[in-house]
């Protein structure tokens, strides 16, 4: 029993649907790591994301496109991002209170909608909510592992991957880059320089309402074809975690939030074992606690190596 569950853990289709999980965490954390490194102290992410899933479902169901279902969740994640900055930028509101007000009202807010829209509680299924097609390459299809862990995802998986790099690249390798970073280092110090430190945490606060909301949508819009009440299920404080392990650095917090998202599919892929649903279901977050664990245990024993140094 116990070999067959590390084969399984293992094997090409438990690291196949880690790579198609790993999709709203990439997309998620990376916006979330410009938000990060400009320090605008939100913390809401799960409210962005629960929020774009359900503007993606009810964008494509309106629409029976899904790019219009994650346009409108992009939109609603921008919407709330404006109203974020005005608040806490402008009204000089405490980012951590409106960041709590946030999360604990999305659930609320969502489904709100839901019984307003649809009329239901719960969760809704309709076919009129069109999801992404899978993609297949044929050239993939001759390598059986290859084939297992590539094909057939739908194209935002992909975009997910190479969103990872291109955040590398602007954040390290463009001025645009610099100045946001020096924005999260000095802010003083970025303003004496002339850099507006106000209109770069904006730019950022939207890069990640876009993103996060775009990474909402990737839920009812993967073939799902549904909406349901807390439908995220944890996954943007999932982002969050990932970004502040990651200290807001795309390759770092891309590892982190591949991690997690292999652990989410090794509670799908162990089910089948008989395992306890509880036990399966807190798996994630078990690793969160000991990633910070670890991370933490880093930080304790650097600062122990540097007091004894100095005595």
Not at 48 to 67: D, E, I, N
Not at 75 to 95: D, E, I, K, M, Q
Not at 253 to 258: C, E, G, R
Request: hydrophobic share 50%.
């Amino acid at each position: 029993m116990f070999w067959e569950v590390i084969k399984t853990c293992l094997s090409p289709v438990t690291f196949a649907a880690a790579i198609r999980l790993s999709c709203p965490l990439l997309i998620g954390s990376m916006g979330g790591c410009f938000n990060e490194k400009t320090s605008t102290g939100n913390l809401s992410y799960e409210c962005f994301m629960l929020t774009g899933a359900f503007f993606g479902a009810y964008g494509s169901y309106l629409s029976g496109s899904p790019l219009f279902g994650s346009f409108m969740a992009m939109a609603s994640g921008a919407a709330l991002a404006a109203l974020y900055g005005l608040l806490v930028f402008h009204f000089n509101c405490r980012a951590m209170i409106v960041s709590i007000a946030y999360n604990n009202a999305a659930w609320a807010f969502t489904t709100l909608l839901l019984t307003t829209v649809w009329g239901v509680r719960g969760n809704f299924t309709d076919p009129s909510i069109v999801g992404y097609r899978p993609l297949g390459w044929e050239a993939l299809k001759k390598i059986p592992l290859l084939d297992t862990l590539f094909n057939n995802n739908i194209g935002m998986v992909y975009f997910a991957y190479f969103y990872v790099f291109l955040a590398f690249i602007v954040m390290y390798k463009t001025p645009f880059g610099l100045r946001l970073r020096g924005v999260g280092i000095n802010p003083a110090a970025a303003e004496t320089a002339g850099i507006s430190v106000r209109k770069y945490r904006w730019i950022c606060l939207f890069i990640m309402g876009l993103s996060m909301g775009l990474a909402g949508s990737y839920m009812p819009l993967s073939g799902l074809s549904m909406f349901t009440e807390n439908m995220t299920r944890g996954r943007g404080f999932l982002c969050l975690t990932a970004i502040l392990v990651g200290k807001g650095d795309p390759w770092k917090t891309a590892l982190v939030a591949a991690l997690f998202a292999y652990t989410s599919s090794m509670t799908l892929v162990l089910s089948s074992y008989g395992l306890p649903t509880q036990i399966m279901n807190m798996t994630p977050y078990v690793v969160v606690l000991i990633v910070l664990l670890m991370t933490g245990w880093r930080r304790f024993k650097g600062n122990a190596d540097i007091s004894g140094d100095t005595v």
